[in-house]
């Protein structure tokens, strides 16, 4: 028995127990055992990913629980990674549910499945044949939905939110399923292993079609454009802890699939299958990232940065296939880390953030920025929480998002000079994507800081926002640890991605190296995060004892703000979110087209005279529109022509019955 | 850490700090003289700068802490990057900062401090300064990181010590297509940056067309005199990153007494040239609306992406 099948075994059972648990204890303790249960889940499971991580593994078979194929599973490094991120959100979350959960979601379905939903999670990386993965897979989407619906009764957008989460996470599981089973039909049986050895002897149109497919399910798992439309609904409906999960921990295993199934089984691809994964990457980045810096609604606004992150994953996914397809490995070790880093920093910044977002919307009731702001004087710890959280999202100094996206840039700068034409092209447009990225996600975190938490209140909801209660705080408490972690201290986790990516790409490239100061291995480059911000702190130290040498020492004196002379500042001349976002709106007009209808009504004496001005604004998400719209359109006009074959006379359907048979035995005594 | 880094990075952040003011003195000096005005003198923005600082701070109503601290944080960023970046040595005090993608975060990251302080104040002027910022920021970045990229290909780091001693040992560099691109991109760049004309005009108060200065409309006494020091430093630092990449001549490469004042007044030379002729630049120049910057910066992104074309092609 090592250390990683103890820690799983004892994860899955402390979660299972937890979410009967749930159901038994009345209500007044219920949110209290879930919580605990479910950190207590987190922190085995985090034991198991670590110990996977450094190495460990174990394989169990249990031929008796599936029929058929029966259930297998093992660890790995790179299910290990996951596994780890996993469980860590999963302590934060859980430990923030003890107080967050008592305002109406303490509910024995909702509370039972929390703990289910993680121990699915924790199973998906841990899987090892296909039954096995698909099985987790889909409760896992299962558990999410439920949770996504817990706030159903109250909000008519949730039902609306779980319709099209339903839907669309089903279709992927299709496209997964499909996929999976056309390279099981390859192989001798179901394990991952099997899959692995008759992967090189398939032919290659078979392989495309295995890729392909499960690119599109795992991609619309991580919620990249065109297949992210469900993402923006369901995260932000879903309870806050809920949405954590699902946004910092959840997604991931899109990327964990296509790494699983294309670095791993298929034993990577032609150039165009990474190309495929890189364009993908770009597109939902830059649009994800627009799409955010323009929204007003803060979880929304989180789900669309989510898309944003997971597009520079599949970027850097991409981008390790691609030089590991030209022979690159140390690039694509290097391109590898950087991406499942970046992984491992979004989990741990989005659960901030998502939390955070969860904590405004407990003191203040409402998610839209334009009538947050001022909320540092009510709740000091969670603003000071949420800036730390923004200021790993936005990729500046001394955040959390930088160094991935250092590491992400040094290997594509160093993919230029390596190969032909097509990277030739490929590489400064990426470039230029990411940094695209990065420009907006700084505008947008400005914005959702700045806006959000800053200034004045703009509602009265605002102005009387409290502090939350103190599991809430220790559940962000956690997660902004582990940002400053990541954001400081990156060579730490360094080593054991690198395993994590060697597993992946089967090669013997560590990529980076280096305990303060990270040094690429093979290309030249190096960066220390710990003495960037101690550089920072120690010239901010200089500056402030310098001022007090120099100034003059007085006390600080309360004087009025700048009023033109026109008396004190109200809250309504204040720039809102949606004033922020005005400039960069309109620079993208193309691109985003937002839809703004004035409407005036005049006075019924006299033209000349308004009475009432209504002025709506909306900035609709122009793929969906395009994209989602016509095929919505097409099925319900289908259905409503499948209508007119059902009439509701019984005699009509037992001749549909009968005249099927019929045709089938005809068809039948032909072709035999 | 090398003798020669220490050195820079103790003689670096001296020069810039002194220096700087002298450089915004000396510009509004020659664009005095060209608009036939006699000018308040080389030395004026040092003397506002003793004013300020002996002026009583001030409190706004309604500011918290990130009001308070942002100056600091802008001030702080550019002295890091003027103690990193081989502007009189080409070893760098702190080497593993010294990487272009850093030094240009930092800079950002002091823009950021001061958006968050604009809208911290809970003023129209504040947001509106703030978001016009942003705006510009989000724009210049993908410009900036290309020009960049085009640059640190050829040496194949980037690493600011390693580009600027790559430059110095291969000369004929410097007249090729990718490095003349790239400098076009990042003159423009660099211009909205700083907040120059034709994208921002740093001497009007007008609601209208007022970028920077909106954002610190609040500034009084010593804070206003940091945010003022810390805007002359960006200008001064981004002037000289301008020319060490492309110039990087007079640099000194070894610690003798000789070397280091040549590198010293190598590099306030180029910058003193870089500064006027930006200064006489901007009489001819009127401030651009702030919708058409966009076309601008776009205009720069293209040449940018050319230069990584032609580091390709050419290679």
Not at chain 2, 20 to 25: D, E, F, I, W, Y
Request: aromatic share 6%.
């Amino acid at each position: 028995m090592t250390l990683a099948a103890v820690g799983l075994g004892v994860a899955v059972a402390v979660g299972a127990l937890t979410g009967l648990a749930a159901v038994v204890v009345p209500v007044r303790g219920r949110s209290t055992v879930v919580g605990i249960g479910t950190a207590v889940t987190g922190v085995a499971g985090l034991v198991a990913g670590v110990a996977a991580l450094g190495g460990q593994t174990f394989t169990l078979v249990l031929p008796g629980v599936l029929p058929l194929a029966g259930v297998r599973f093992t660890l790995d490094p790179l299910g290990g990674l996951f596994l780890a991120v996993t469980a860590g959100v999963a302590v934060a979350a859980g430990t923030y549910g003890i107080s967050y959960a008592r305002h109406g979601l303490d509910a024995r379905p909702v509370q039972a499945v929390f703990p289910l939903f993680v121990v699915a999670m924790l199973l998906v990386p841990a899987a090892d044949s296909v039954g096995t993965f698909l099985l987790c897979w889909e409760l896992m989407a299962l558990a999410s939905l439920l949770l996504v619906l817990a706030e159903h009764r109250r909000r008519p957008e949730v039902a609306s939110a779980g319709r099209w989460y339903a839907v669309m996470t089903h279709l992927g599981l299709i496209a997964i399923l499909i996929g999976l089973l056309v390279l099981t039909a390859h192989a001798t049986n179901d394990s991952f292993a099997a899959l692995r050895n008759a992967a090189p002897h398939m032919p290659s149109g078979v392989r495309d079609v295995v890729f392909v497919l499960t690119l599109a399910g795992f991609a619309s798992k991580a919620g990249i454009v065109p297949l992210h439309a469900w993402l923006p609904r369901a995260h932000p409906e879903a309870p806050s802890h809920v949405s954590a999960l699902m946004s910092a921990a959840m997604v991931n295993l899109g990327v964990y699939g296509v790494a699983r199934v294309g670095f791993d089984l298929l034993g990577g691809g032609p150039r165009w299958w990474w190309l495929l994964v890189l364009a993908l990457g770009a597109l939902s980045a830059v649009y994800g990232i627009l799409q955010a810096v323009i929204n007003t609604d803060l979880k929304r606004l989180l789900g669309y940065s989510t898309t944003e992150n997971l597009g520079l994953v599949f970027l850097g996914v991409g981008a390790a296939g691609l030089f590991a397809s030209s022979g690159q490995h140390v690039l694509a070790a290097v391109a590898l880390a950087a991406a499942l880093l970046h992984v491992v920093g979004h989990a741990a910044f989005k659960t901030l953030l998502f939390l955070a977002a969860g904590s405004v919307l407990h003191a203040t009731g409402t998610r839209d920025l334009d009538a947050l702001g001022g909320l540092r004087a009510g709740m000091p710890v969670t603003t000071g929480l949420f800036g730390l959280g923004a200021l790993a999202a936005s990729a500046l100094p001394p955040g959390t998002a930088f160094v991935s996206e250092w590491l992400l840039l040094q290997a594509l700068i160093h993919g230029l000079p390596a190969s032909g034409a097509a990277t030739a092209i490929v590489m400064p447009v990426t470039v230029a994507a990411v940094a695209l990225t990065a420009g907006l996600a700084v505008a947008t975190f400005v914005k959702a800081f700045g806006v959000g938490f800053l200034a004045k209140p703009r509602s009265t909801a605002a102005a009387r926002a409290h502090e939350s209660p103190v599991s809430m705080l220790a559940g962000m408490g956690l997660a902004g640890c582990a940002c400053v972690a990541v954001a400081l201290a990156p060579a730490v986790a360094l080593p054991s991605i690198g395993h994590a990516a060697q597993a992946a790409l089967g090669d013997g490239a560590p990529g980076v190296s280096g305990a303060v100061t990270l040094r690429l291995t093979g290309i030249v480059g190096s960066l220390s995060p710990v003495l960037l911000a101690g550089s920072l702190l120690a010239a901010a130290l200089v500056v402030a004892a310098l001022l007090r040498a120099v100034a003059v020492r007085r006390e600080r004196r309360a004087a009025r703000l700048w009023d033109c002379g026109a008396g004190p500042l109200s809250a309504r001349m204040e720039y809102t979110a949606t004033s922020f976002a005005e400039p960069l709106q309109r620079v993208f007009d193309n691109v985003v087209q937002p839809e703004t209808d004035v409407d005036v009504t005049h006075h019924e004496e006299s033209r000349y005279l308004v009475a009432a001005v209504a002025y709506r604004h909306r900035v609709p998400d122009r793929i969906e529109r395009r994209l989602y719209q016509p095929i919505l359109t097409a099925v319900a006009v289908w259905g409503q022509a499948g209508r007119r074959l059902a009439t509701g006379s019984v005699h009509r359907y037992l001749g549909y019955g009968f005249y099927t048979l019929l045709g089938l035995l005809i068809v039948l005594a032909v072709t035999r | 850490m090398s003798a020669l880094g220490v050195v820079g990075g103790i003689v670096q952040p001296l020069l810039i700090v002194a220096g700087s003011p002298l450089l915004v003195g000396l510009m509004r000096q020659v664009r005095a003289k060209l608009e036939g005005r006699a000018g308040p003198g080389v030395g004026q923005p040092w003397r506002d700068l003793r004013k300020l600082l002996r002026k009583e701070p001030l409190a706004p109503r309604g500011t918290s802490e990130v009001f308070r601290s942002a100056p600091l944080v802008l001030v702080a960023t550019t002295l890091v990057v003027a103690v990193v970046v081989p502007f009189v040595t080409t070893a760098s005090a702190v080497d593993p900062v010294a990487d272009l993608f850093a030094v240009v975060a930092l800079l950002a990251l002091g823009t950021v401090a001061l958006a968050l302080a604009g809208l911290d104040t809970g003023t129209a002027f504040g947001g509106m300064g703030a978001s016009r910022e942003m705006t510009i920021i989000a724009l210049v970045e993908p410009t900036l990181l290309v020009a960049i990229f085009a640059l640190s290909v050829r040496v194949g780091s980037t690493n600011l010590a390693a580009i600027v001693s790559s430059t110095l040992h291969d000369p004929g560099r410097v007249i090729s297509p990718v490095s003349l691109l790239a400098a076009v991109a990042l003159i423009v760049v660099i211009v909205a940056e700083t907040g120059r004309l034709p994208v921002d005009n740093p001497s009007t108060h007008l609601e209208l067309t007022m970028v920077h200065e909106a954002m610190i409309l609040e500034y009084a006494g010593p804070d206003l005199a940091l945010v003022e020091l810390a805007s002359a430093m960006r200008l001064s630092v981004f002037l000289g990153l301008l020319a060490n990449l492309f110039l990087p001549w007079g640099i000194a490469t070894a610690v003798t007494p000789a070397a280091l004042l040549i590198g010293a007044v190598a590099v306030v030379g180029k910058v003193a040239v870089l500064g006027v002729a930006l200064a006489s630049a901007e009489v001819f120049l009127a401030k651009l609306r702030l919708f058409r910057v966009p076309e601008l910066l776009a205009g720069s992104f293209l040449l940018s992406l050319l230069a990584v074309a032609a580091s390709f092609f050419l290679a």
